[in-house]
Each structure stands twice: as C-alpha cells, then as structure tokens.
C-alpha cells in the first residue's frame, strides 16, 4: 500500500489522553488466491500522541485496497502497521469483520499498547 | 469560540458529587478542509464543583460552531477545555459522535479527572 | 458493461409462471463525477420466459461495475436493459438503495411487465 | 430425485379445504457448476385433496437432495411437481430462500392452484 | 378423544355475534408412527351460538390428547369437527403450529363458517 | 354489577362523531368455577352520542368485579351492556385479553354498531 | 381557552392541497373532578386553505391548559373547535392520547373534512 | 434559494416511468421568528421526464438554507417548486420531517402528479 | 477426517498476539447412530503462533464432515486437535452449537491455552 | 425414574476440560398434588470425566417424566442425581425454568463440582 497517501495533522491537545475510534463499513479489497472481491467493516481505535490521522487521506488510503490482493490477517496488521508508523499513536487496535465468503465469516483484531 | 456565550449558576448541593448528563444530538459544523458541513452529535458529562453549566447559554455558545471548519478532534477538545474553565468540575467526559463522511463514521472521547 | 459475461441456462420449468429474487447486497461501482466508491444493494426480481439468469456469470456482470463510474439512474436502468436483452423475462424489477453520499441516501427502481 | 421415498395419508378430512404450512429451514443440496454445497429453507403450503403427505417420508426425500447438484429454479419446481404428483393438491407453493453465494441471495417462489 | 369431558355453558349474549379467541401454547401428544411425543400451540377462534366452550374443561379435554398417537393433520381437525359437534359455533377457526421434529415444523389451519 | 357506580357527562361536541379509546391494564376477577382470581386487560372503543363515560366511576365500577365470580364471555358482554345501557353510544367494542390459567390464555371480542 | 393567542400566516401555496402534521408530547392540564394534573400527547393534522397555523403561538396557547381544569373529550373537541376557527383548514383531525389515570388510559380522535 | 446551483443530467431511460426516492437527514436551517436553528429530514420522490436532478448539485442548494430563516410549509413547497421548476418531473413528492421545537414535532408534506 | 486438506500460510505478524474469529454457521454432518444429518454453528477463535489457518481450505475440510457420522462432543475435539495440530497456534477455543434433534439442542466449547 | 435407560459413551478427550451444554425446552411432567401437566425447560452443563451423555438416551430418560408426578425441586435434584451417578462428571449443573402455574413462575438451580 501507498503509505504516502496517509496525512496527519498535529494533536490539537497532546497532554491529554484521549480515544479516536474510526469505522469503514464500506471497505473492500480482493482475495489473493481467487481474484473475487471481499467485503468488511474496518474499525480503528487510537491513543493520538503527536499526532491525528487525517480522514480523508485515510479514505483514499483505504480505498487503494480497492483493487489489491490481501489476505485478512495481513490486511489488519499492514493497517496497524501503516497508521502506527505515520502517527506513532499511543495505543492503537484495528478490527476487520469481514462479510461471508463460502458461507464463513472472519474477524481479525491486533493492537499496540493499552487503549483502555 | 467566545467562551464568553457560557453562563453559569451556583452548584446548590457542592457537599455532594453527582452527575450531570447533556446530549445535544443537533450539533454542526464545518469541515476546515472542504467546507462541508459537518453533523454530529456531542455528550457532555460532569461532577460540578462550585458552578454548574446553564444550558441556554450551553445552547448559544455550541450554535457559534455552525459556521466554523473544525477538526473533530480539535472540537472534542476545545469543548472539554472551555466547559473545563468556566465551569471548573470535578470531572468531565466530551464525547462527540459525527455521523459518515466519505463513507466513515468517527467518534472522539475526552475526559479530565474520574467521573465515576 | 460486457453483456457477454452474462449467461442463461434453460427455464426448467417454462409452462409456469414462477418469481426468483436476486439480492446483491456488496453491489459497488464509482461515482462518475468524482471517480470516489459508490456502494449499495441491487435487488433483481423476475418472471423467467425461456431462460433463467445464471447466479455466477451474474456476480462476474455485476463485478464489472467495480471500477466503472456510471450514475445511480443509469445504473439501474442499464441492468434492467442487459438482464431483459439476456432472459427475456416476463416481467422484472431492479431496484438499488444505495448507501449515503454527502448524508444523501438514494433508491431507484425501475420495472419491466407486472410482476405480481 | 427418488420420488419413491414419499408416502402420503389419507386426507382426514377430504371434504373440508384447509391449509397445511411446512417449513426446512435444514436443506442443503450441491451446487451444479461447482460441487459446492448450498444451503437454503424450503417452505411448502398446500391444500390438500385425497391425501396428506407423511412428513417423515418428506424428509428421507428432502435429504436425498444433500449430494445432489441441482439449480436452485429447477429445485423449486421439482419439489413442486413431485410433492404435486404424489399428493395431487387442491393447490400448493413451494418457496425455497437460499443463504448468500458469492454475496448473493436468491428466493424462488411456485404454486399450482390458488392457495388463499 | 373423550367428547364427553368437553362442557358447555349458555351463551350469556346469543343475540350478538363476537369472537372469543383461545390459545394453548403448552399442547403435547404423540407421533403415531414412533411413538414420540409432539409438542405445538392450538389456537381455537369461534363465534358462539346458543353456548360457550367451558374453559376448564377444554383443558381437561386437550389433556387427554397427551398419550394419543394422532397426525397432525388429523388431530387440527378433529378439534375442530369435536368443538363444532359441541358448541355449534356460528363459525370456528383451529390452528395448531407445531415444533420442529427432524428440522421441520408444521402448521395446519382449518375452518367452518366465516369468522371475520 | 351495581349499574349505579357509573356516571356520564354530556357530551361536549354531540354534533361531531369521534372515537374514545380507554384501556384498563389492571382488570381483575374472580373464576367462577375455581374462585381463583382472574387478571386481565379490557379495552373499551366507543362514538359517544348525548353523553361520555366518566373514568373515576368507570374506575369504581371496574373495581366492582374484583370479588365476583364471572366467565370471560358473561364479563365483556355485561360490559358491553351496562355502558351501552348508560352511555347509549352511537358505537361501542369491548375487547378482553385474559391471562394464561391452567396454560390457557383467551380474548372476547363484542361490539354494537360500526366504529370506524 | 384564551384563543386570541393563535396566531396564523399566509399559506405559503393555497392552490395545492398539502398536510400538515403537528405532535405535542408535552401536553398537561388538570382533570375537572379531582384538581390532578394530566399529561398526554396532543397530535394535529391538517390541510391549509388560506393560512398555516403559527408553532410558537400554538406552544403558548397548548401552555394554557396547564392550570386549567378539563374533561379530555372537551380538550379534544375544544382544540378542533378553536383550531378550525382560527385557521379554517380544508380539513383536520385531532388526537388526544392521555397517560394512565388510576390503571386507564385513554384516547380521544375527532376530525372535521377528509383528510386523505 | 438560488435555484442556479440545482444541475440536471439527461434522464438515461425517459421511455419508462421509473422512480427516484432521495433522503436527506441532515437538513438544517433557520427559524424565521427566532432566528435558532431548526434540524429535520427531508425526503423527495419522483418520476423523471426529459432529466434528473445531479445529487451533489442538490447537496449543494440544500446547503443554501442552512443560514436562510424560513417556515416549515414555506420550505416544503418551495422546495417542491423549485425541483420540479428544474426538473420538470411527470410526478414528485416533498416530506419534511422537523425535529421538536419547544416540545412540538412538525411534518409538512406536498406534491404534484400522482406518484404510484 | 483427511487432515491433509488444511492448509497455511506464514503468520505476516508473528512478533504480535492477535485473535482471529472463524464462523461457519453452516455445518453439517451426520449422527453416528442414525445417520440422519445434524446441523449446527462452528466458531473457532484463535492467536497465531508462526502460521495462519487459510480459510478456503479450511471450507473445504469441512466440508468433509458433510457424509461422516461423528458425536458432537468427539467433532469439537477433533476439529480443536486437527486445528492446533496443523497450525500450533498460541492459544484456541472451539464452540459448537448445534440445532435441535429430539427437541433438544447441544453447545460443545473446548479450548488449549488462554486466549483473552 | 429408570436411570437404565441412560446411555454414556466414552469421552473421546479425557485428558482436556470442556464443557457440554444441553438445553430441553420440551420438558413435560406431572403435578404430585393436582395431577395436572406442568412444562418447562431443563438445562443441563457439565465437563465430562470418563464418558459423555447419549442425547438419544438422554431423550428418552426424560420423557419418562412424561406420566409422573414430581415436585420441581425433587425433579431438578433427582436429575443431577441420576445424571452426576451414571457419567461421573468433574462438575454438573442442572437448572429447570418452569411455566406459569396459578400466575407464578419457578426457576430450580442445583450443581455439584465447579464448573467454570
């Protein structure tokens, strides 16, 4: 992913600690192995430090997904990667719920640090 | 913001810790990227301490946001700081809950002190 | 679109009049003014004369939209157009409800015959 | 499908129309282009004339569907032409609504006679 | 059935047509082809004619049906032909939905007269 | 039931028809065979024609059942009645919903004229 | 009722038949026997013929009843009576749902021309 | 409202008579009287003839009236006025849905042609 | 059951605990000793050691269980022992609910190391 | 009771705690003093030991209550009895949730060991 498309503007109050918690219903990429489109719902929860991830830049991050072959679990910890590494936050956790495929549904959750 | 707009009375029970709940589900504002309005909806939760927030001057004072571009986060805070310093509580929690933009729903959580 | 990805197989059972509902809930397409994702459900019902709609070439049909920017009016009136130039159903009905774009949600509906 | 494994009863009440509702929320059958099993709930309401259909024969017939590859339109009016053949209702539908495929849904809906 | 268990009392208002609607959800008898037990809910809907279903010994009545072997089909009629032999009813409604036996659940609904 | 507790008004718009809705959750009696107390929920419906039913001698009247042994079918049709006879109402519909006894739970519908 | 209160304006669009509905959920008045207070919901329907009633005169007109002492089919019929008076609506209805008194609820509805 | 900001594009199919169903839940504007905001829910139906209405377009004259004071009814219809002015539509319908103002709801609903 | 079936692919983030949730509402199998088929809800939730379990082949190795008879309570194990066995995770739990046979429904929950 | 008709057979993982849960929402038996029916729903957990529970046997010992008359405490007790005496469980809990009797409901709780 491009992670050049991710923009952060400075916390407004760095010496607070305080929670963002981001939802995309709408994500979608596809699945490596058969080509065909997934579907899922991205939630992101983060501690800001110096920093807060900017929305639309992170939707037109998300939305370079859109035509990528990725499976699940390396899609939710390339995220966490991604977003820890341009906002260096505090704590973070991403959650993927990702609709049926073969009548199975998955979600996979990763964090860093300790949001609550 | 003119923090001016906030009004309070006297807490007419300071021997005791108790808690004030606000929801203001018809809060606007603009987005300082594109200009577009924002929509959300903001819930304040409080122990006063000497004063308590009058809630028309409450009223006034979230309306003056309307025409103003403002990220969440830096609104969520703000919030918490103005209410903070003119009221003076025990503990407060900003919660502000803004409705998809681009697809993408966003929540912000701000609190100074225990409030429960 | 490639109408040609559209198959049939033969109506088993032609001397009935019967109704099959197709719904496609992970339906998405791009805008065609600003290139951004639309998402939305597509809902198929018809009366099959000769043929019926065959499930999976249906799905590869409605993926071809993916990175196509087409308007919601002419979304639906387009599928009403492939699917009755294909199957030559008795009747049919497309309808979309497509999810919110700038806090606007939007359905159309289109129909070929009574349906019912 | 073996219709030999249906057994009907004598209607105990030839004389009077009244309806009989009966509901498989467990079928399962194979998918004829892929072997993939599908999974779906068949509803059957009829009218019955001389006879009753024996529901523990319907089921023994109902599972001979398990390791079968049959489309979803030629099951339903399968169902109705041999559940018809053995039983000759007044009247009978068949609806049979299927889980997701490829993020797709499919009902489909046939009757003989007028059943209300 | 023991017909004989079922009492009447006189109808306190045969100058008017009204509809008492009674509902047995805890009904149980047995499959007359295993021997199990079947459990289900009877609705009885009826307009009165000289007198009334005495409700206590309907009871005792549908009680007894709890170590009988009877189909479904015949039992719905059976209520209905012994409450009808009984009450003369100007018009009688039973319904009996019953619980899943192998994954699939029955309902049978019969009348005399019209009731609404 | 002593017929005298109730009171009317006149009616304040006797040139209009209108609806009055009054339902009494709170209902009690007394089983006539049993002697066991009966709960249940009586709704009265009714176009006022020179005068309106007064709810506290409505209430006082209702009351009055609370010691009397009375069948569910007697109980609506004598409520029916006795308003009827007091109020004398263009149209009237008594409805009572009984809690289960013995398993049992059962509804008497009685009205006069036509209501809507 | 002090009716001078009303106030109206020009109907924006006289030469099209419109509705409009109005919901007062803070309703209270007092009840003429015993000096309690009542509290319902008071909803207005309406279509304007030469003028549209004005919300905030009608919120201090609905406040007068607050001391006042009424039956609810007065309040109903009054409230038609003086709206219709004031604002001569092609058509209206009135509905007055009143929360539990001593165990009853009850419902008043009355309507001047036809509405739908 | 400058009507200017209101695009059309060429309806895609204006043989057949489809419908377009757009909701808008964020709308605000300003209460002529007091000058506070009002918030609600506007919902437009329609039948295109030559064109449709562009949505961003829409979004963007909507926005017009977030500083603008303005009745409830006067909104509605000009609305409606303005749209089919625009649009020239074979049938369409307004409903505004106002959240409560000092305890009162307000629902206005107006249209041209015969929409179903 | 062919073990074999199960495939895996490299954990992309195995210096993280994360927990990956597998659903298969789609079960089936059938009973040991009748061999009518069973039907029933699979849900494994799993942190990952060095590889991950690849869900299309998991699909596919159960559906192998579709034509064996096997006890509710040895299928947990199994698929708990096949499941660590091929993919060594840190930790695992498998639930399996399952529908009513006889009336009576079965949950089987086993589980190797602390998941949460 | 026939404790004989239980059946168990070996735990196919003795050497891991795991929990079988085992819901009977079809439980009938008969009052000790009335003779009349009662129902209600038997729950049963436990982590087996050296063997499991049969369900089909478990089906039949309970339907053996079917004609006797047993108070819910001998009856919840006894079953923890006869179930903890034939399988040997390191922990079981039985719970009966009985319907209404007279308007009261019943919930019995027994266990032995620990099981959670």
Do not use: H
């Not at 110096?50 to 699940?72: A, P």
């Not at 991403?94 to 609709?99: A, E, L, S, Y």
């Amino acid at each position: 992913m491009n992670i050049n498309l991710l923009e952060t503007f400075k916390n407004p109050e760095p010496g607070r600690n305080y929670i963002i918690t981001i939802k995309i219903p709408e994500f979608t990429s596809l699945c490596p192995k058969t080509g065909q489109p997934d579907f899922g719902t991205i939630t992101i929860e983060y501690v800001p430090d110096k920093c807060c991830i900017e929305l639309k830049s992170l939707k037109l991050y998300m939305q370079n997904y859109r035509q990528k072959g990725i499976f699940y679990e390396s899609l939710v910890n390339q995220l966490l990667n991604d977003l820890s590494f341009i906002a260096k936050p505090r704590a973070m956790k991403v959650t993927g719920d990702f609709n049926a495929r073969g009548g199975i549904t998955t979600k996979v959750e990763a964090k860093t640090g300790k949001l609550f």
